[in-house]
Protein backbone atom coordinates (compact mmCIF):
# COMPACT_ATOMS: atom_id res chain seq x y z
CA UNK A 1 0.00 0.00 0.00
CA UNK A 2 1.25 3.66 -0.19
CA UNK A 3 3.34 5.14 2.24
CA UNK A 4 3.32 8.31 3.90
CA UNK A 5 3.55 11.31 1.21
CA UNK A 6 4.71 14.52 1.35
CA UNK A 7 5.06 17.78 -0.64
CA UNK A 8 6.78 19.44 -2.20
CA UNK A 9 9.54 17.60 -1.86
CA UNK A 10 11.65 20.63 -2.40
CA UNK A 11 11.10 24.44 -1.39
CA UNK A 12 12.82 27.43 -1.55
CA UNK A 13 11.58 30.67 -0.43
CA UNK A 14 12.62 33.89 0.66
CA UNK A 15 13.10 35.00 4.27
CA UNK A 16 10.23 37.20 5.74
CA UNK A 17 7.84 34.67 3.20
CA UNK A 18 5.34 31.52 4.42
CA UNK A 19 5.34 28.61 3.29
CA UNK A 20 2.87 25.39 3.25
CA UNK A 21 4.09 21.93 3.32
CA UNK A 22 1.71 19.05 2.73
CA UNK A 23 1.33 15.71 4.55
CA UNK A 24 -0.67 12.71 3.72
CA UNK A 25 -0.15 9.80 6.42
CA UNK A 26 -0.60 6.09 5.72
CA UNK A 27 -4.57 5.59 5.02
CA UNK A 28 -6.41 4.52 8.87
CA UNK A 29 -3.50 5.86 10.90
CA UNK A 30 -4.86 8.25 13.54
CA UNK A 31 -1.62 9.45 14.62
CA UNK A 32 0.36 11.99 13.15
CA UNK A 33 3.60 13.54 13.95
CA UNK A 34 5.71 16.50 12.34
CA UNK A 35 9.57 16.37 12.96
CA UNK A 36 12.32 18.72 11.99
CA UNK A 37 15.75 17.11 10.90
CA UNK A 38 18.07 19.83 10.66
CA UNK A 39 22.28 19.96 10.50
CA UNK A 40 23.64 19.95 14.14
CA UNK A 41 20.44 19.44 15.78
CA UNK A 42 19.21 15.81 14.48
CA UNK A 43 15.62 15.05 14.52
CA UNK A 44 13.45 17.18 16.15
CA UNK A 45 9.23 16.58 17.16
CA UNK A 46 7.16 19.55 16.13
CA UNK A 47 3.70 18.65 16.90
CA UNK A 48 1.27 15.56 16.98
CA UNK A 49 -1.76 14.92 16.09
CA UNK A 50 -4.54 12.25 17.43
CA UNK A 51 -7.65 12.81 14.66
CA UNK A 52 -7.98 16.18 13.89
CA UNK A 53 -6.84 17.29 17.65
CA UNK A 54 -3.21 18.37 18.54
CA UNK A 55 -2.41 17.05 22.36
CA UNK A 56 1.11 17.94 21.39
CA UNK A 57 2.38 21.12 20.53
CA UNK A 58 5.57 21.45 22.55
CA UNK A 59 7.92 21.22 19.88
CA UNK A 60 6.92 23.99 17.95
CA UNK A 61 9.75 26.07 17.87
CA UNK A 62 7.96 29.87 17.70
CA UNK A 63 4.53 31.20 17.43
CA UNK A 64 5.46 31.57 13.82
CA UNK A 65 4.45 27.31 13.35
CA UNK A 66 1.58 26.07 13.01
CA UNK A 67 -0.74 23.10 12.52
CA UNK A 68 -3.72 21.51 11.45
CA UNK A 69 -4.88 18.21 10.59
CA UNK A 70 -8.28 17.74 8.64
CA UNK A 71 -10.62 14.67 8.23
CA UNK A 72 -8.33 12.98 10.34
CA UNK A 73 -6.34 12.23 7.24
CA UNK A 74 -4.23 15.28 5.53
CA UNK A 75 -1.81 17.83 7.60
CA UNK A 76 -0.45 20.91 6.53
CA UNK A 77 2.56 22.65 8.40
CA UNK A 78 2.56 26.13 8.16
CA UNK A 79 5.66 28.69 8.83
CA UNK A 80 5.14 32.30 8.46
CA UNK A 81 7.39 34.43 8.23
CA UNK A 82 10.54 31.77 7.71
CA UNK A 83 13.70 32.89 8.98
CA UNK A 84 16.82 31.11 7.60
CA UNK A 85 17.07 29.16 10.88
CA UNK A 86 13.82 27.61 9.30
CA UNK A 87 15.72 25.58 6.91
CA UNK A 88 15.86 22.30 7.47
CA UNK A 89 14.31 18.93 6.36
CA UNK A 90 10.86 18.88 7.96
CA UNK A 91 9.54 14.88 8.35
CA UNK A 92 5.90 13.20 8.88
CA UNK A 93 5.08 10.09 10.43
CA UNK A 94 2.01 8.56 10.71
CA UNK A 95 1.21 5.71 12.98
CA UNK A 96 -2.07 3.69 13.93
CA UNK A 97 -2.25 4.56 17.61
CA UNK A 98 -0.14 6.60 20.03
CA UNK A 99 2.63 5.27 22.00
CA UNK A 100 4.80 2.26 21.18
CA UNK A 101 3.31 2.05 18.00
CA UNK A 102 5.76 1.95 14.66
CA UNK A 103 5.50 5.47 13.14
CA UNK A 104 6.05 5.28 9.03
CA UNK A 105 8.06 8.18 7.58
CA UNK A 106 7.33 10.15 4.80
CA UNK A 107 10.74 11.62 2.53
CA UNK A 108 9.98 14.93 3.73
CA UNK A 109 9.79 18.34 2.58
CA UNK A 110 13.71 20.37 2.12
CA UNK A 111 13.19 23.33 2.77
CA UNK A 112 15.81 26.48 2.12
CA UNK A 113 14.80 30.12 3.14
CA UNK A 114 17.22 32.17 1.65
CA UNK B 1 13.32 15.72 30.11
CA UNK B 2 14.16 12.43 27.65
CA UNK B 3 17.39 12.33 25.61
CA UNK B 4 19.02 10.03 23.98
CA UNK B 5 22.54 10.08 23.30
CA UNK B 6 24.18 8.26 20.61
CA UNK B 7 28.38 7.77 20.91
CA UNK B 8 29.61 7.80 17.50
CA UNK B 9 28.89 10.44 15.64
CA UNK B 10 30.99 8.62 12.20
CA UNK B 11 31.55 5.35 12.41
CA UNK B 12 34.19 3.62 9.18
CA UNK B 13 34.33 -0.19 8.91
CA UNK B 14 35.38 -2.59 6.62
CA UNK B 15 33.65 -5.03 4.92
CA UNK B 16 33.06 -8.08 7.29
CA UNK B 17 33.90 -6.08 10.19
CA UNK B 18 31.52 -6.04 13.42
CA UNK B 19 29.23 -3.36 14.44
CA UNK B 20 28.28 -2.13 17.29
CA UNK B 21 26.94 1.68 18.07
CA UNK B 22 26.25 2.66 21.02
CA UNK B 23 22.57 4.60 22.24
CA UNK B 24 21.58 5.79 26.34
CA UNK B 25 18.74 7.53 27.20
CA UNK B 26 17.31 9.07 30.25
CA UNK B 27 13.92 8.66 31.33
CA UNK B 28 12.84 6.95 34.51
CA UNK B 29 9.65 5.22 33.51
CA UNK B 30 9.03 2.33 30.78
CA UNK B 31 10.22 3.29 27.42
CA UNK B 32 9.67 1.92 23.84
CA UNK B 33 13.21 1.90 22.41
CA UNK B 34 13.52 1.80 18.70
CA UNK B 35 16.34 1.73 15.78
CA UNK B 36 15.78 3.59 12.57
CA UNK B 37 18.13 3.46 9.63
CA UNK B 38 18.34 6.09 6.88
CA UNK B 39 19.91 4.87 3.49
CA UNK B 40 21.21 7.37 0.96
CA UNK B 41 18.15 9.33 -0.37
CA UNK B 42 15.70 6.90 1.08
CA UNK B 43 13.41 7.49 3.45
CA UNK B 44 13.64 6.52 7.47
CA UNK B 45 12.78 3.10 7.90
CA UNK B 46 12.27 1.02 10.88
CA UNK B 47 15.29 -1.40 11.79
CA UNK B 48 14.07 -2.96 15.14
CA UNK B 49 12.18 -2.05 18.31
CA UNK B 50 11.79 -3.13 21.92
CA UNK B 51 8.54 -3.09 24.05
CA UNK B 52 8.91 -5.60 26.54
CA UNK B 53 10.07 -9.12 26.76
CA UNK B 54 12.95 -10.17 25.59
CA UNK B 55 15.89 -7.62 26.22
CA UNK B 56 17.28 -9.10 22.87
CA UNK B 57 15.43 -8.21 20.38
CA UNK B 58 16.49 -9.19 16.20
CA UNK B 59 15.48 -6.74 13.27
CA UNK B 60 15.46 -6.83 9.41
CA UNK B 61 19.12 -7.29 7.67
CA UNK B 62 20.98 -9.17 10.40
CA UNK B 63 20.95 -6.35 12.97
CA UNK B 64 20.03 -6.99 16.46
CA UNK B 65 19.86 -4.83 19.56
CA UNK B 66 20.20 -5.31 23.60
CA UNK B 67 18.38 -3.41 26.47
CA UNK B 68 20.17 -3.39 29.04
CA UNK B 69 17.66 -1.53 31.71
CA UNK B 70 20.41 -0.82 34.53
CA UNK B 71 22.67 0.77 31.81
CA UNK B 72 19.94 2.63 30.20
CA UNK B 73 21.22 1.36 27.03
CA UNK B 74 19.89 -0.18 23.93
CA UNK B 75 22.93 -0.88 21.61
CA UNK B 76 23.07 -2.06 17.80
CA UNK B 77 25.12 -4.42 17.12
CA UNK B 78 25.77 -6.51 13.80
CA UNK B 79 28.39 -9.62 13.27
CA UNK B 80 29.60 -8.50 9.84
CA UNK B 81 28.71 -5.52 8.30
CA UNK B 82 28.00 -5.39 4.15
CA UNK B 83 28.98 -2.28 1.96
CA UNK B 84 25.07 -2.04 1.42
CA UNK B 85 24.86 -1.03 5.68
CA UNK B 86 26.26 2.17 4.56
CA UNK B 87 23.31 4.37 6.29
CA UNK B 88 23.04 6.79 8.83
CA UNK B 89 21.54 5.00 12.17
CA UNK B 90 19.33 6.81 14.56
CA UNK B 91 18.03 5.63 18.08
CA UNK B 92 14.76 7.05 20.06
CA UNK B 93 12.78 6.30 22.43
CA UNK B 94 9.22 7.34 23.67
CA UNK B 95 7.51 6.93 27.02
CA UNK B 96 5.70 3.35 27.17
CA UNK B 97 2.38 2.81 27.24
CA UNK B 98 0.78 4.98 30.15
CA UNK B 99 3.22 7.94 29.51
CA UNK B 100 1.69 11.33 27.89
CA UNK B 101 4.06 10.95 24.90
CA UNK B 102 3.99 9.27 21.95
CA UNK B 103 6.63 11.39 19.60
CA UNK B 104 9.89 9.44 19.47
CA UNK B 105 13.21 11.38 21.02
CA UNK B 106 15.67 10.69 18.35
CA UNK B 107 19.48 10.56 19.04
CA UNK B 108 21.64 12.67 16.71
CA UNK B 109 22.33 9.73 14.98
CA UNK B 110 25.90 8.32 13.60
CA UNK B 111 26.84 7.62 10.23
CA UNK B 112 28.42 4.30 9.14
CA UNK B 113 30.73 3.93 5.89
CA UNK B 114 31.47 0.49 4.81
CA UNK B 115 34.19 0.37 2.74
CA UNK B 116 34.07 -2.40 0.27
Known amino acids: GAGVSQSPSNKVTEKGKDVELRCDPISGHTALYWYRQSLGQGLEFLIYFQGNSAPDKSGLPSDRFSAERTGGSVSTLTIQRTQQEDSAVYLCASSLGRTGNEQFFGPGTRLTVL | AQSVSQHNHHVILSEAASLELGCNYS??????LFWYVQYPGQHLQLLLKYFSGDPLVKGIKGFEAEFIKSKFSFNLRKPSVQWSDTAEYFC??????????????FGKGTKLSVKP
Open chain 2, 92 to 105: AVNAGYGGSQGNLI
Open chain 2, 27 to 32: YGGTVN
